[in-house]
C-alpha cells in the first residue's frame, strides 16, 4: 500500500501506468454504470438542468425536449452519468496535485504562451476561453468529445475512433504549424 500511495504522490506518472488505469476505469464504466468515458454531453446536461430548475423559458425548446411535444430531448437536462464524471475528474486532479504537492494556482503563465501571445494574462485567459468554448461546441456538433470518441470508441474498436484519432493528430499539427509556425 506504501508503495502504490508513493508512486500517487509523484509529480508525473508513466504513460503506460495511466494508460493502463485508464483502460481499466473505462472498463469498471461499462460493467457498473453501464456506461461509456465521455464528457463533452456534461455541460449542456449541467447548464440544461440549472436552466429548468430556475424555469427559464429559454431552456424550452426541441433540444431539451420540451417544445414541440417532443418526448425524448436531444440532451437530457439533468444530472446524467457525464455529469458525475466530470466533476469525478475536477476533483481527481485537484486531489492529485494536491497529494503530488503540484498544485497551485496560475494564469498560463507559460514560456512558449508568454512567447507567442504576449504576456498579458488576460489575452490568454481569453484565448483559451474562446478556444475551449469553440471545442465544445464542435463536440455538440459532432455528438462526442475525445474521450466519448478516441478512447471509449477505441476501447469498443469503433471504426469512426480511429478515423477521429487520425483526424485529430493531423489538424493538430496543421493548427500547431498555423499559431507557431516553424519556431517549435
Known sequence: MKLIMNYMRKDTWSPY????????IGLLAVLLANALLGASGAFESFVGWVGKNLNLS???NTYWG???GRAMPIM???I????ILLVGT????TIGALTSHTFKFRWNDDAQWKRIFGPQPWKR???GFFGAALLEYAAGIAGGCTSGLAISGGMTFTPAAFLFIGGMFVS??????IVYGRRY
Open 80 to 83: 446524467t452519468w457525464s455529469v
Open 172 to 177: 493538430g499539427i496543421i493548427t500547431l504549424l
Open 58 to 60: 429559454i431552456f424550452n
Open 125 to 127: 485567459f481569453v484565448i
Open 17 to 24: 501506468v495511466a494508460g493502463i488505469l485508464l483502460g481499466v
Open 66 to 68: 420540451t417544445a414541440l
Open 90 to 93: 475536477i476533483f481527481g486532479g
Open 76 to 78: 437530457r437536462p439533468e
